[in-house]
T-cell receptor, first 116, second 110 residues
Framework: AQSVTQLDSQVPVFEEAPVELRCNYSSSVSVYLFWYVQYPNQGLQLLLKYLSGSTLVKGINGFEAEFNKSQTSFHLRKPSVHISDTAEYFCAVSGGSGGGADGLTFGKGTHLIIQP | DAGVIQSPRHEVTEMGQEVTLRCKPISGHNSLFWYRQTMMRGLELLIYFNNNVPIDDSGMPEDRFSAKMPNASFSTLKIQPSEPRDSAVYFC????????FGPGTRLTVL
């Protein structure tokens, strides 16, 4: 069984400041990790993914995440946020054959609030 | 590519009525997933298909829920009879290796 814990339900940040959204996972098998963003009344958009290889993953909109196997973490970072980054961010994990075949387990989400 | 297409985008119905949600996956994708999102429970995987075959429906909440995938281009999620606690946003996603989500169907059961 897999699980995902997003440690912060809400993160307020001033515009142009850096941000880190935390994600920890548990899994008994090799994992594949994802971050999705959800803007109000919209679907989920893929930000970035870790499938294998380099542990530092770069995604869209200037976001990046680092896979840390020893700490079972996959924290999301952005060096300078913009008002348009206000959204709900979801961390997700898939095991076995990857998210392509057997579905994702999601965290509860982190609401990123950008303050002017 | 048009992405994952879901219809209807919004559905309001009365308790006891049958509801059918529809999904057209991205062409060429061989896996399809149905998720439900609520404030209380977050995003939950209901059921998924590989090559049109249902693989795991353990997330389907009750026998009132059923899903079909008659071909690679179409899937339905049916609720019969519907209840107010079924009110949620239902997402369909398709994948070849990375899941891509549709815009969702917001279901309200009165």
């Amino acid at each position: 069984a897999q699980s995902v814990t997003q440690l912060d339900s809400q993160v307020p940040v001033f515009e142009e400041a850096p941000v880190e959204l935390r994600c920890n996972y548990s899994s008994s098998v090799s994992v594949y990790l994802f971050w999705y963003v959800q803007y109000p009344n919209q679907g989920l958009q893929l930000l970035l993914k870790y499938l294998s290889g380099s542990t530092l993953v770069k995604g869209i909109n200037g976001f990046e995440a680092e896979f840390n196997k020893s700490q079972t973490s996959f924290h999301l970072r952005k060096p300078s946020v913009h008002i348009s980054d206000t959204a709900e961010y979801f961390c997700a994990v898939s095991g076995g054959s990857g998210g392509g075949a057997d579905g994702l387990t999601f965290g509860k989400g982190t609401h990123l609030i950008i303050q002017p | 590519d048009a992405g994952v297409i879901q219809s209807p985008r919004h559905e309001v119905t009365e308790m006891g009525q049958e509801v059918t949600l529809r999904c057209k996956p991205i062409s060429g994708h061989n896996s399809l997933f149905w998720y439900r999102q609520t404030m209380m429970r977050g995003l939950e995987l209901l059921i998924y298909f590989n090559n049109n075959v249902p693989i795991d429906d353990s997330g389907m909440p009750e026998d009132r829920f059923s899903a079909k995938m008659p071909n690679a281009s179409f899937s339905t999620l049916k609720i019969q009879p519907s209840e107010p606690r079924d009110s949620a946003v239902y997402f369909c996603a398709s994948s070849l290796s990375i899941p891509y989500f549709g815009p969702g169907t917001r279901l309200t059961v009165l």
